[in-house]
């Protein structure tokens, strides 16, 4: 798609974690009623998983749903809740037996972003983007028929959720699958004009090499996926490796970005808005350096953002530290944590 420029529908939770756990799980009418707009982004999704007391121990949380007649009544608060403010309906885990151990009682729910009760309040990263939120959920009502699964079912599913989330994660792109390739860093160099930087061309093959390593492990990931299996634990090898990989490609980036590369540069859809006029204007006052006449999807200012927003790799959707547990669980054998 990226090749060939046509723009992915965007709805990254929707159609990457949410749609492949409501066909897992959801009833008929659910899959009736949300895949389609959930595809064709019509509908966007969030994921209301992580509370300020549950982040890697997430069945730790503390969000309570109630039954009430036909209806569930959820009270608790989510936290770094991305696209909360743009999303239609979001992924609910909230607990509905407190007697039980913290796994057993948990059940997962679609609820609708904009039902009464529920506040969405933003969060503004490093790199100047508000891309997520706090979602506070005060006495919000829930028909029975936004429960997907079986009551007290719901941390099999937000294991089917998460292991989605780790795939989707993981795609081609330094970025979450949304960045730079390897390609646009090598292009970086050409813009630059080389550079006879031993050490810098050193740490350039590193991450070429590692790229590659990458490449091969996704193939393993989408050859299991053709043959009808359920990400296993190859997608938190690949999550572990590629999230440290991103944070080499921007270093390596910002560092060739000379100047650029240390500027703050503010909110990424400001900058892309700023390359894309400049480009198009084909002015004397833009400078090629910022313009980007070519229209390459990473201009040179970009790339300063991105190497902020890496920090983020390793902490999203399952931290460094957690997928290494779950390798060494699954994959090495070794004792639980
Ligand atoms: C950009 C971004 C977007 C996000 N979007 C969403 C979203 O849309 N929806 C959502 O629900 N959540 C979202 N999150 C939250 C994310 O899932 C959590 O931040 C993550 O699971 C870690 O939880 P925590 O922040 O509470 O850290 P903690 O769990 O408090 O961890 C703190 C530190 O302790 C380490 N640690 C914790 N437990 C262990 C252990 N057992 N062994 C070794 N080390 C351990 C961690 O690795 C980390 O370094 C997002 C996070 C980011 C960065």
């Given at each position: 798609m990226r090749r060939a420029g046509v723009r992915r529908p965007s709805n990254q939770i929707g159609i990457g974690w949410a749609g492949p756990t409501l066909i897992h799980a959801g009833s008929e009418a659910q899959k009736e009623r949300y895949l389609r707009p959930l595809l064709a982004a019509e509908e966007i999704w969030c994921q209301l998983f992580s509370e300020p007391g549950a982040?890697?121990?997430?069945?730790?949380?503390?969000t309570r749903a109630v039954r009430d007649g036909d209806e569930w009544v959820v009270n608790g608060q989510k936290v770094w809740t991305s696209f909360a403010h743009m999303a239609s309906l979001g992924i609910l885990l909230a607990r509905t037996?407190?007697?039980?151990?913290k796994h057993s009682g948990i059940s997962y729910f679609i609820c609708p972003m904009d039902a009464p009760g529920v506040t969405v309040r933003p969060i503004v990263d490093m790199t100047g983007d508000h891309a997520f939120n706090e979602v506070f959920l005060d006495d919000v009502r829930l028909s029975a028929d936004h429960l997907v699964g079986e009551v007290n079912g719901g941390w099999a599913l937000a294991k089917v959720t998460l292991g989605n989330e780790r795939v989707s994660l993981s795609?081609?792109?330094?970025?979450?699958?949304?960045g730079p390739t390897m390609g646009d860093l090598v292009d970086l160099v050409r813009r630059a004009?080389?550079?006879?930087?031993r050490i810098l061309r050193q740490r350039l093959m590193r991450v070429w090499v590692e790229g590659e390593i990458l490449r091969l492990i996704r193939l393993r990931t989408v050859s299991a996926a053709l043959a009808g299996r359920a990400p296993g634990p190859e997608a938190s090898v690949r999550k572990a490796l590629a999230d440290d990989h991103g944070q080499h490609v921007m270093e390596v980036a910002k560092d060739l970005s000379g100047a650029y590369g240390m500027t703050?540069?503010?909110p990424v859809e400001a900058l892309m808005a700023r390359a894309g006029a400049a480009a198009s204007s084909?002015?004397?006052?833009?400078?090629d350096d910022m313009a980007d006449p070519k229209g390459h999807s990473w201009p040179p200012m970009i790339w300063s953002h991105g190497y902020l927003f890496a920090r983020a790799l390793t902490i999203g959707g399952g931290t460094s530290e957690v997928q290494r547990n779950i390798i060494a669980e699954r994959v090495l054998g070794l004792p639980s944590s």
């Amino acid at each position: 798609m990226r090749r060939a420029g046509v723009r992915r529908p965007s709805n990254q939770i929707g159609i990457g974690w949410a749609g492949p756990t409501l066909i897992h799980a959801g009833s008929e009418a659910q899959k009736e009623r949300y895949l389609r707009p959930l595809l064709a982004a019509e509908e966007i999704w969030c994921q209301l998983f992580s509370e300020p007391g549950a982040g890697s121990d997430l069945a730790a949380l503390s969000t309570r749903a109630v039954r009430d007649g036909d209806e569930w009544v959820v009270n608790g608060q989510k936290v770094w809740t991305s696209f909360a403010h743009m999303a239609s309906l979001g992924i609910l885990l909230a607990r509905t037996d407190p007697d039980v151990p913290k796994h057993s009682g948990i059940s997962y729910f679609i609820c609708p972003m904009d039902a009464p009760g529920v506040t969405v309040r933003p969060i503004v990263d490093m790199t100047g983007d508000h891309a997520f939120n706090e979602v506070f959920l005060d006495d919000v009502r829930l028909s029975a028929d936004h429960l997907v699964g079986e009551v007290n079912g719901g941390w099999a599913l937000a294991k089917v959720t998460l292991g989605n989330e780790r795939v989707s994660l993981s795609g081609e792109g330094a970025l979450w699958g949304q960045g730079p390739t390897m390609g646009d860093l090598v292009d970086l160099v050409r813009r630059a004009g080389g550079t006879s930087d031993r050490i810098l061309r050193q740490r350039l093959m590193r991450v070429w090499v590692e790229g590659e390593i990458l490449r091969l492990i996704r193939l393993r990931t989408v050859s299991a996926a053709l043959a009808g299996r359920a990400p296993g634990p190859e997608a938190s090898v690949r999550k572990a490796l590629a999230d440290d990989h991103g944070q080499h490609v921007m270093e390596v980036a910002k560092d060739l970005s000379g100047a650029y590369g240390m500027t703050d540069s503010g909110p990424v859809e400001a900058l892309m808005a700023r390359a894309g006029a400049a480009a198009s204007s084909g002015s004397p006052g833009a400078s090629d350096d910022m313009a980007d006449p070519k229209g390459h999807s990473w201009p040179p200012m970009i790339w300063s953002h991105g190497y902020l927003f890496a920090r983020a790799l390793t902490i999203g959707g399952g931290t460094s530290e957690v997928q290494r547990n779950i390798i060494a669980e699954r994959v090495l054998g070794l004792p639980s944590s």
